[in-house]
Structures are given as C-alpha cells and as structure tokens.
C-alpha cells in the first residue's frame, strides 16, 4: 500500500524536486506538500543548525497531519564569509524567499573577492519525523565556486552563482536530472531514504 508522506514546504520547486529524488529511489510514496493542508501554519524556524530546522519543521507537520512528515532545511554556506548565509540563506537580504534580493546582496558583499576565495558549498539537513515522535536526519553536501555573475534560468535560490568542482556550469545550467544526481538535496534525501521505507513499511 502506498504510504502519503507530507512535505514540509510550500514551496513548489522544493515538492517537484524531492518528488523526482525520492521515486528515484525506489520509495512507493504519495508525496504532497504542506499546500494540502492549508489549515496547518507556517513554521518559525528558530534551530541554529540546518539539522535542528529540518526536525522542527518534520515534527510539527507529522503532530498535526497525523501521518509522516519529511523536511529539509539547506542554504549556501560561503567559506570567505564564515559559512553565512547558512541558515539563513533564504532571508539574507531581509526578506524570507526573495531570491533576487539574496542573490544581489551576496554578489555585492563578494565583489572584491577573487575566483581562487570563491569556495562555497550548499548543505542540506534532511528530516522524517513520524506521527509517534520517531525521527532521522540526513545530511549532503555540494562544494563548488561562487562566479562574478549568474548563469542558468534552471533550480532556484543561489543556483545560479555556485559552480559545482569538477563542472563548467552553474547549478542553474544543469538539468533537473543532472542537478538531482549530485546536489546536496540529492544527497540529503537519499541518505534519508532507507529510513523512510524502514518506518513506513
């Protein structure tokens, strides 16, 4: 029988995403996002690590749905910077999900620096949280470059600017398969997959 797992995010890039990786791994899910239950509110994530995020959104989900919930919380970490905007990559520029916003202030903070400086990773903590207060985390990484300028129209967020080592083109420049197949999320998620077919089974 096929098990309905929610997806902590309203965000429809995120549920086609997760959509693509998780049936990528054999798992028979009903995957949904949180739009499904517009009753349930926005969650303030007030965790100071990607990990403690991705369990407060995956828990608060799975206690008021019923059923089993996974979510994620990732961003760019900038090793010049100190590993910001981490945790708060998706609001750097103020406001929470303004991608251009993002992505102008942290070309404009990095401008000066060179190419050899420009190392990033994106990170990902990945979360299943069950309806019983049963939880597992999963983490993945994807290093690369920040460019001077945005390439691609694909992915989203810091996709643009972060090329992955070992490639020519930017996260936005590759195609979905080809993102999935080695972005952090990818990773985070797969990791997180035998879990999810061991507590749903």
Known sequence: MTRRLVLATRNAHKVTELRAIL????????LVGA?????????????????????????TLAEATGLPAVADDSGLCVDVLGGAPGIFSARWAGRHG???????????QLADIDPP???AHFACAAALALPDGTT???E?????TLRHTPAGTGGFGYDPILQPDGMTRTCAELTPAEKNAISHRG???RALAP???????
């Open 140 to 144: 993945g990484h994807l290093r690369g």
């Open 98 to 108: 303004d991608d251009a916003a993002n992505l102008a202030l942290l070309l404009a």
């Open 35 to 59: 739009d499904a239950y517009p009753d349930i509110p926005d969650v303030k994530e007030t965790g100071v690590t990607f990990a403690e995020n991705a369990l407060l959104k995956a828990r």
């Open 136 to 138: 597992r985390v999963a």
């Open 117 to 119: 400086h420009r190392a």
């Open 23 to 30: 049936t990528g791994t054999g798992l028979d899910v009903d």
């Open 195 to 201: 879990s999810v077919a061991e507590l749903l089974a």
């Open 187 to 189: 990773k985070a998620f």
